[in-house]
Structures are given as structure tokens and as C-alpha cells.
């Protein structure tokens, strides 16, 4: 059985914190099978390989994507419901959420598999990489309703504020995953390939644990009767989950034209960008997991009425998220070129260099803005918790408009290095716009 939290009651900063602490040790084990996935494969595979994962990382960064907004999206009114003390609201709310999301897996699943031929060409992906980057990407593709069972499975259990059971589901998936990528590309040899498939099976597993764990407490334990028609509360759901996954699209669609760009530069220069790539999920793990909990400490808040909480829990959220954002930009500066050269493997000593370098002096620029980006998550979780999605929504929007300008340019200058600040930008101007958004919003509140 789960156990549930009650955050209209308690210090906040307590509350975020210990609610968002499983949560980070959750994300690191998801980004460490994520960065041993990606190391496997550049030091068994080869460097091709490597880039051959970048050349669509935001393809598949959009579909995980995808799922977290839908289930972000379903359960915010989960924890607002839990904040009323509506327990069989609770029950109707996941069990619609269920049902619509067996639906939207199965159809982004047929989209993705449908639509991959024109992504690659769009995507500019190199004649050599093909083959590999569309192998990865099918695979990944036809586990998209692995994706959604766990992410929404595990945002339940966050809604009412059981941050635990997500955290034990990924420790064992990530174990097993990084067991499993090692037999498949050092053992048996299926390459890029069975490293797919190895974390599509690890996404399955996380699930069930997750279910299990739901199946278990009878305050989440839905039935028939909750699924049932009811088109009133289906549009409402998705009218809070649909704008967050249009969001999530918009911003990785902004992150392929990018990648456009550097698809286009030498495989050096896409293979430094892509390893430091995969090191962008540490640098934000913290922010997911703040993310996290203030969403749902503010639904259980904005769901009491207790907007008074919700003004004391936002001050203590900025101030984590800042001072562990400077913690994590500063490890990453004085031990980042160590750990981007895991992912990094050549015969020719002059390309390893220039993927070295290409890899740090982008984690650089990252590390040193990382408080942007973690106000950005904190503002954005904000309004989320509130039922405002539509503001998230236009920070995506922002962000894609910013990183597509400055792409262009770069691609259009050749300045390579260019291409660095494009993601810096983007934070900043979807920041400055979601606090103005959380203030607005509480203002209208009073």
C-alpha cells in the first residue's frame, strides 16, 4: 500500500524537500540508465552510433514528452481533487485518465511509425546514420505505450503525494537496464538496437511496479463504474493535459531545427553536442523533481483554497532550486570534460579533441545559466498545480521562436559555436514570461 501526503498541512520547504528528494534519486537512476545507455553504445558501437543517437535525440525526447504532459496534465486535477478531500472524485479522475491514455498511446504510436520516413529527411540525418537512427527510433517508437503506462502510473502516485514508489520502480528498472544494454551490444552484438530495446523493456517493468503499488491502495484503486462515458470530464482532462503535451512538442520541435543545424556540421562537432546532450538530464534532475513538488503542493493548496501556502511554499521552492542548481552547475564545471569523454570514443586523436572540446564548452555555457532553468521549472510547476496549462504552453511557444531564430543564424553564418546559446536564450525568455504569468495569476486569486 502507498502511502498518501497531505501538503495542506506542514512547512513547506520540509514538504517540497522531502517530497522532492525521492523524486531526484529517481531521476538519477532514470539518467544514469539514459547516460549508460548512450556511453554503451559510443565505446561498443562506435562513434557513428553516437551520433547517430543525436541525430534524433529530440525526436524521442518529444515522445517521452508527450506522455509526461498528458499524465502531468490528468493528474493535476488528481491532487486538486485529494486537496478537497474528494476521494471517489479521485477514483473518477484516474480512471478516466486511464482510459484516455491507452488511447493517446495508441495513436501517437501509429503517427510515429508513420511519420519517421519524412521525420529523418527533415531532420537532415546523414545518409551514413540512417539506418541506425531510424533502427533506435522504431524501436523506441513502438514502446511509446510502455512510456505512457509508467509516466502515468507514477504521476498518479505523485498527485497524492507519494513520491517513493516511482523512485524504487526506477532503481530496478535502471538497474536491469544497464544490465541488459551490456548483453545486447557487448555480449550478443545487436548494437543500437537492443540498447532500444533493453529500455523499452526497463520502462515496462518501472510501470508495473507502479500499478501494483496503485492497485494496492484502495484510495487509488478504480473501477468500472469510473471509467465509464463521461465526455464532460474526458474534455476537461484534456483540456489540462493537452496544452502541457503541445508545450513539451513545441519545445523539442525547436530542439530538431537545432539539431538540423548541427546535423549538417562534422560528425566531430554532432557527436561532442550529442554527448553533452545526454548530460542535460543531469543538470536538470533537480528541477524535474522540485518541478514535481511544487505542482503538487500547490494543487493539494490550490484544491483547500490555501492560497496563503501556496505564496509560503513558492518563496522556499525558488530557494532550493537555486542554491542546488549552483551546486550542480559548479560540479559539472570542475569534473564535466571527465565525464563527457565517457560517451566519447575514436582512433583518430585530432576528432576526439574536437568532441572533447565541442562536448565541454557547451556543458560550460549550460552550467553556469542552470538557476535560469530551474526558475523556469518552478514558475512553470506553479501554474500548472493552479489548472493554468495554457501558460506553459506559451513559454513553449516562446522558447521554440528563440531557439529557431538563433539556429537559423548560426546555420546560416556557419558559426558553430553559435548554436551553443540557443538553449541559454530559450530559458531566459520562457522564464521572464512564466513569472510574469504566476504573478498575474495569483493576483487575480486574491
Not at 546523414?126 to 533506435?136: K, R, V, W
Not at 534532475?285 to 490550490?302: D, M, R
Request: with cysteine; aromatic share 10%; proline share 2%.
Amino acid at each position: 500500500m502507498t502511502k498518501t501526503v497531505n501538503m495542506t498541512q506542514g512547512k513547506p520547504i520540509k514538504l517540497l524537500f522531502a517530497f522532492a528528494l525521492p523524486l531526484m534519486f529517481g531521476n538519477i537512476f532514470q539518467q544514469l540508465y539514459t547516460v549508460v545507455d548512450t556511453a554503451i553504445v559510443g565505446q561498443g558501437v562506435g562513434l557513428s552510433a553516437l551520433a547517430a543517437l543525436g541525430a534524433v535525440d529530440w525526436f524521442n525526447w518529444m515522445m517521452l514528452g508527450i506522455a509526461q504532459g498528458y499524465s502531468q496534465g490528468f493528474c493535476v486535477r488528481i491532487s486538486q481533487k485529494f486537496g478537497e478531500g474528494d476521494m471517489d472524485g479521485v477514483k473518477k479522475v484516474i480512471g478516466q485518465s486511464a482510459a484516455l491514455s491507452v488511447m493517446i498511446a495508441v495513436c501517437w504510436t501509429i503517427i510515429g511509425q508513420a511519420g519517421l520516413p519524412l521525420l529523418l529527411k527533415l531532420l537532415r540525418v546523414q545518409e551514413e546514420l540512417i539506418p541506425l537512427s531510424g533502427l533506435y527510433t522504431r524501436i523506441m517508437i513502438g514502446g511509446f505505450s510502455a512510456t505512457m503506462f509508467y509516466n502515468f502510473c507514477s504521476a498518479v502516485l505523485r498527485a497524492v503525494g507519494d513520491s517513493k514508489t516511482p523512485l524504487k520502480a526506477m532503481v530496478a528498472a535502471s538497474v536491469i537496464n544497464i544490465i541488459l544494454d551490456s548483453i545486447a551490444v557487448f555480449v550478443l552484438g545487436w548494437g543500437i538496437g537492443g540498447a532500444a530495446a533493453a529500455t523499452v523493456f526497463s520502462q515496462c517493468l518501472a510501470g508495473a511496479f507502479c500499478a501494483v503499488k496503485m492497485n494496492k491502495t484502495s484510495e487509488l484503486r478504480f473501477h468500472k463504474e469510473h471509467i465509464g462515458k463521461d465526455r464532460s470530464m474526458k474534455q476537461e482532462l484534456m483540456g489540462l493535459g493537452t496544452p502541457i503535451a503541445l508545450k513539451n512538442i513545441v519545445v523539442a520541435v525547436g530542439g530538431m531545427t537545432v539539431q538540423s543545424v548541427v546535423n549538417g556540421f562534422a560528425m566531430s562537432f554532432i557527436a561532442g553536442f550529442t554527448a553533452t546532450n545526454k548530460l542535460y538530464g543531469l543538470l536538470e534532475i533537480a528541477a524535474i523533481s522540485y518541478g514535481y513538488a511544487v505542482t503538487t503542493y500547490v494543487g493539494q493548496n490550490y484544491g483547500a483554497a490555501r492560497l496563503d501556502r501556496i505564496k509560503e511554499g513558492m518563496r522556499s521552492a525558488i530557494v532550493l532550486s537555486v542554491l542546488t542548481s549552483i551546486l550542480i552547475g559548479g560540479l559539472m564545471l570542475f569534473f564535466g570534460r571527465e565525464i563527457t569523454m565517457l560517451f566519447i570514443s575514436s582512433d583518430n586523436p585530432e576528432l576526439l579533441a574536437v568532441a572533447g572540446n565541442t562536448a565541454y564548452t557547451y556543458l560550460s555555457v549550460m552550467s553556469i545559466c542552470l538557476p535560469i532553468l530551474y526558475l523556469l521549472y518552478v514558475y512553470l510547476s506553479a501554474l500548472q498545480g493552479m489548472g493554468n496549462t495554457i501558460g506553459p504552453l506559451v513559454s513553449g511557444i516562446i522558447e521554440f521562436v528563440i531557439r529557431v531564430g538563433i539556429s537559423f543564424f548560426v546555420g546560416y553564418s556557419g558559426f558553430q559555436s553559435g548554436i551553443f546559446g540557443a538553449e541559454v536564450a530559450a530559458w531566459i525568455g520562457s522564464t521572464v514570461y512564466l513569472m510574469i504569468s504566476y504573478y498575474r495569476n495569483i493576483g487575480k486569486e486574491k
